[in-house]
């Protein structure tokens, strides 16, 4: 028994209980409502057989009652058994023995819940037996009917009541794994349509100011279907609504026309979207009245209404069609399913790492409680200590420690606590009793010293454990920060999947997978799967170039080409959206005069993320230890940024690990770095410590500046992020302190090489070489600190 639950906590229990209890009443309540009402239409459809006395027959209802009853629910049989009746009772005058359905409705229900479960098939036999009896005896007893005649009616009607069975049961079935990952097939969904059909069938010829609400809402639901799957779905669901209204009203021939021609144009012009959709559905209503000769005020309202039905339906609720009766959507939207829960999964993972991590620091900077006690403690382990040594052999060790304890205890405290502030002095009452005060001071002095060692050691270790706490916090930060970016959608395209698989279905490519989606900047993707494929220069030739020629879109193959899967043995082709831009970089060195290694280091090249980078960091000093500090900084900034980091973790995660780096003297590096979309042209700019850029274009140039300190000397970094735009022809500029620590002008004045920049033209490597040689001949040929020049220029990719 769990004795600390409290009554708060029981109460919050039996409130989450309440809840769902209540959800659960409120989806049986609309499970019942609709069982119900779907039970009133179905007994409401009629199939007439004379249209001069609107006499007829209505199975619809009683099949619909059987493929309830079998399923064994008697809540859903009372609900069902309740519809069906009240809708034979709304339409008694038209059928031929209206009574006799109802007395087949009260038998069945008698039946089905007061009788034990039996098998399904046998549940289905006497369902149909009690039909044939229902209606053999009321034909013979109240219709008066001969008795062959009344054998052959009673059939006849419960034959035709058995296929329809089948159809809505088929229908029921299906419906009921809605919303679930199960895929359609056609035969389901032409089963649901038909039930849909036969559902606005049954509104019958109720009417609002004397026009047909049947009409009205069976041209919306065509609408609809027809807008979401297309020409095929259009048309099937025309033609089945056509059906069963015509064979309600006894005008087929019209009504599928109507339907079907409705359903195929709306199909047909989906893709132009629903108001020239609706447009084209009017003109072809309207050709067809006239060219039929039935052009009636009534027919257009009843089209307008539909209309206006159609248009005025949310976007969601296409949306929720179309991923039940398109396969393909269906499956996009189960991979962002899957895809959203491992990402889910994944976040949970991350999260308990960034927990862990936060307890890792506290148990780092608290000090143990404990510590406290022992401070007390320590004068006396040290008195002991220095008894230890001095007086183990001492032959009047008896007389100081047993009859003047205290004296001689406050005497060692006191000769310890003179040694501690550097005074070698023996206390007085030593000097009276002590024979061995020499020893005594040595050993006095040797244990103060040593304990000074230790607690120098101890102060350090502390402070060690306090840096190593402050930076596992801000990597704690960095990741929980990680987890906002993480969680960016990656959307499927269903679309640009479909039209893939048509392109290389059409030039005969055998593949056996195409996943095409768009990442977090909303660049388009493709993945083929391949079990026969000849090489590389293939899919270059081949796929990339079919796809070009048919998409909107350029391609290429990525970054990283192509891979094998080794469980599969199938070669994995990635193809991604082509870059507008493409850049070009030259770098230009030179070393502190008098060294052989520069301490600078770089990197630019492009991303997999499709965007372009050049990093420069400049370590404190010059030399190898230099060389380190800035190609550590390099090295972990770029491999954060192509992992997906964006500047700011990548920035504080440098930072946190640069702090880390325990060594006898501080170190430190700048960040000086640049990262430009290739599809937009749109450049961010990150500068830590890092002197200024310049971006030339033409003969104007601008400068990038931002104040910051260099890594590795604060516990949490502000990154500012400037943004520009690069145009085709644009030149960019990143130097190290050392081009602009010159003689002639003081140490990071940027006028010089501005000024420069606006009167010479040249490529990358020139202007590099340029900038580099005027900076040596500025500072008298005498190179004060690294200097290293990074030149890019960004072009249109043809």
């Known amino acids: ?278 447009l084209s559905s009017i003109i072809i209503y309207s050709a067809l009245a006239l060219y039929s000769n039935s052009v009636t005020l009534k027919l257009a309202v009843e089209v307008l209404a539909s209309s206006f039905l159609f248009l005025c339906i949310p976007k969601l609720i296409y949306e929720s069609i179309e991923i039940e009766i398109n396969p393909y959507v269906k499956k996009a939207s189960l991979g962002e399913i899957q895809l959203n829960s491992m990402k889910e999964e994944f976040t949970f993972k991350l999260k308990e790492l960034t927990n862990v991590l936060a307890n890792v620091s506290k148990c780092l900077l608290n000090t143990n409680d404990n510590e406290n006690l022992l401070i007390k403690s320590k004068g006396s382990a040290l008195v002991e200590n220095l008894a230890d040594r001095s007086c183990c052999n001492c032959e009047n060790r008896i007389l100081c420690w047993k009859k003047d304890f205290h004296q001689t205890f406050n005497a060692f405290q006191i000769l310890i606590q003179r040694c501690e502030e550097g005074k070698l002095e023996i206390p007085e009452y030593l000097q009276k009793k002590c024979i061995k005060n020499f020893t005594i001071l040595k050993c006095a002095e040797s244990i103060v010293n040593n304990y000074s060692v230790n607690e120098t050691i101890k102060n350090r270790l502390a402070e060690g454990r306090e840096i190593l706490s402050e930076h596992i916090s801000n990597i704690s930060r960095t990741l929980n920060d990680l987890l906002g970016s993480f969680k960016k959608e990656v959307n499927i395209d269903v679309e640009l999947e479909g039209i893939t698989k048509r392109i290389l279905n059409k030039n005969l490519i055998n593949y056996s997978d195409v996943f095409c989606y768009v990442d977090k900047n909303g660049r388009s993707k493709i993945r083929i799967n391949m079990n026969d494929y000849e090489n590389f220069n293939y899919c270059e030739k081949n796929i990339v170039s079919l796809l070009n020629n048919n998409l909107n879109i350029r391609v290429r193959i990525g970054d990283d080409g192509s891979s094998i899967d080794t469980e599969t043995n199938q070669r994995i082709i990635k193809i991604e959206e082509k870059p507008k831009y493409r850049m070009v970089s030259y770098v230009s060195v030179e070393p502190k005069s008098g060294e052989k290694e520069i301490g600078d280091s770089y990197s630019f090249g492009r991303v997999v993320d499709g965007s372009y980078m050049t990093i420069l960091s400049d370590g404190m000093g010059f030399g190898p230890e230099a060389k380190e500090e800035s190609k550590s900084t390099v090295d972990l900034v770029e491999k954060l940024m192509e992992a997906g980091f964006d500047e700011n973790i990548t920035v504080n995660t440098v930072n946190s690990i640069m702090g880390m780096r325990f060594v006898e003297n501080e170190k430190y590096a700048t960040l000086d770095l640049s990262k430009i979309d290739l599809y937009t042209g749109q450049g961010v700019f990150v500068k830590i410590g890092a002197v200024s850029s310049f971006i030339k274009r033409g003969s104007e140039v601008k400068v990038i500046n931002s104040k910051n300190l260099p890594l590795g000397l604060v516990d949490e970094v502000e990154v500012e992020r400037i943004k520009e735009v690069l145009k085709p022809g644009d030149i960019l500029v990143n130097i190290s302190d050392g081009v602009l620590d010159i003689e002639r002008y003081s140490f990071g004045e940027v006028s010089w090489i501005e000024e420069y920049l606006k009167n010479v033209n040249a490529g990358p490597r020139e202007l590099s070489e340029k900038i580099l040689n005027r900076a040596k001949k500025l500072s008298g040929g005498i190179v004060k600190d690294d200097m290293t020049v990074i030149v890019s220029k960004i072009y249109l990719d043809s």
């Open 1 to 278: 028994m769990q004795y600390g639950l409290g009554v708060d906590k029981y109460q919050e229990i039996n409130k989450v209980t309440n809840v769902k209890r209540n959800i659960g009443i409120k989806t049986s309540l609309v499970r019942l409502c609709t069982i119900l009402i779907a039970g009133i239409l179905l007994g409401r459809v009629s199939l007439l057989l004379n249209q001069s006395d609107r006499s007829g027959i209505a199975p619809i209802g009683l099949a619909y009652l059987i493929a309830i009853v079998t399923k064994g629910n008697k809540k859903d049989n009372f609900a069902a058994a309740t519809g069906v009746a009240m809708g034979y009772l709304s339409i008694n005058n038209l059928l031929t023995d209206g009574y006799a359905y109802v007395t087949s409705v009260f038998l069945i229900m008698i039946y089905y819940t007061s009788i034990p479960t039996t098998r399904k098939r046998k549940r289905e036999l006497i369902g149909f037996i009690i039909i044939l009896i229902s209606f053999f005896f009321y034909g013979l007893w109240i219709s008066k009917y001969e008795l062959g005649i009344d054998i052959t009616l009673s059939i006849i009607e419960t034959l035709i009541i058995v296929p329809i069975y089948y159809v809505i049961k088929y229908a029921i079935n299906s419906l009921e794994v809605i919303n679930t990952s199960y895929l359609y097939s056609s035969e389901e969904l032409v089963s649901i349509s038909m039930f849909l059909c036969l559902l606005i069938a049954g509104i019958g010829n109720v009417d609002f100011v004397d026009y047909s609400i049947r009409n009205i809402c069976a041209l919306t639901l065509v609408l609809v279907i027809a807008y979401i799957g297309g020409a095929t779905y259009g048309a099937m669901i025309g033609v089945l609504m056509g059906i069963m209204i015509g064979i309600a009203s006894n005008n087929m021939m019209y009504s599928v026309a109507f339907f079907g021609v409705g359903g195929l144009i709306i199909g047909i012009f989906k893709d132009t979207g629903k108001i020239f959709s609706i």
